[in-house]
């Protein structure tokens, strides 16, 4: 059901959008930006413009924010690892390999070896 919503909800902002800049395609505006004016810019080029521009500064200012949780939360994660290990030393682990066997020659001791 959540997937039929969202792609009802895409279908509307889709159908919105595009009525919007078919009842405002003749518009035209003078789109000052402090050091340059633009003279006759379609209406639809600026409202869909400063969507694209809004998004972005979004995404920069949030970028900040979301680096410092990560940081916070791979600090977290290392501490609960490090104090997992404290605590929980398994002694009944046994090697698979002998030490004394050279790297090129091992082999498993499953009681196997021929």
């Known amino acids: 059901m959540s997937r ?50 809004g998004m972005v500064v979004m995404l920069v200012a949030g ?6 949780v990560r940081r916070i939360l791979r600090a977290r994660l290392a501490e609960e690892d490090r104090e997992e290990r404290e605590r929980f030393v398994d002694l009944s682990q046994q090697d698979l390999f002998n030490e004394t066997e050279d790297a090129g020659e091992r082999r498993l001791t499953n009681g196997l070896d021929s």
């Open 63 to 68: 970028l900040r924010s979301d680096l410092k």
């Open 4 to 53: 039929f919503a969202g792609f009802v909800g895409i279908l509307l902002l889709l159908i919105f959008s595009l009525a919007f800049a078919y009842l405002n395609s003749g518009h035209r505006v003078t789109l000052r930006l402090g050091i340059a004016t633009f003279y006759g810019v379609p209406l639809t080029v600026v409202a869909f413009g400063a969507v694209i521009v």
